[in-house]
């Protein structure tokens, strides 16, 4: 059985960030997540509850981007660190970089959910 909250506390730990609330909603059709900054949630919608696969990807991009404004306020800040030399070597050499269709965020969100989902949960 998925246990959400614990995945959610291994993402948060592993990128070093908080553990943010989720809420599943009615959301419509065409509507799978949203993050609600302003209200520190992310709603999920109700129709996903029961897809563990997809709530581990929600979470890890969601979370992914919650990670990059920190480390965006941490470098406008100067306290920058580098910690992910890992990921990075992953990327490089699972050639995600050369998938020039998304912006560079959302390159970064979805290559870094497919390596944690595969190096920590065997999901390729």
């Known amino acids: 059985m998925f246990k959400i909250k614990k995945?959610?506390?291994?993402?948060a730990d592993f990128l070093e960030i908080e553990i943010f609330k989720i809420k599943f909603e009615n959301l419509g059709e065409d509507t799978p997540y949203k993050l609600l900054l302003h209200d520190n949630y992310l709603a999920i919608n109700k129709k996903l509850k029961k897809d563990?696969?997809?709530?581990?990807e929600i979470i890890c991009v969601e979370y992914r981007k919650l990670y990059q404004m920190k480390e965006r306020l941490a470098h406008a800040k100067g306290k920058f660190k580098d910690t992910s030399y890992e990921y990075r070597a992953w990327v490089s050499d699972n050639r995600i970089e050369k998938e020039l269709s998304y912006?560079?965020?959302?390159l970064d969100c979805d290559a870094f959910t497919r390596y944690y989902l595969q190096r920590f949960k065997g999901i390729e």
């Open 7 to 11: 995945f959610q506390k291994e993402v």
């Open 52 to 56: 563990e696969i997809k709530l581990m």
């Open 103 to 106: 912006s560079e965020s959302k």
